[in-house]
């Protein structure tokens, strides 16, 4: 289960991103759908946020992993890619 997880986490860091992205997309359709010209689409305005919402759910745990694991494999000494260097004085 390990090494599946550590596949998921270093190959497939995309799919995170992109469930994450497909969930805003859901969660914003779904929210114009409570609209009240749209008011025949409701239900379908509910079902649209909660899938919306376990996609930006997913997504996020999966970005949390990512930089949760990713410190443990870089190098000694190596600086995060997210950060800039100190600026010199």
Known sequence: MRK???LVIH?????HMGLGV???ATFVVG???FLPSFAALEALG?????????????GGVGQLMIRLELP??????????????????
């Open 4 to 6: 599946f997880l550590r």
């Open 11 to 15: 190959d497939y860091d995309w799919v």
């Open 72 to 89: 443990r494999e870089r190098p000694e000494g190596a600086r995060s890619p997210s950060r800039r260097p100190a600026e010199s004085r």
């Open 46 to 58: 509910v079902w649209l946020f909660i899938v919306g919402s376990a996609l930006m759910l997913i």
């Open 22 to 24: 497909i969930g805003n």
């Open 31 to 33: 929210s114009v759908f």
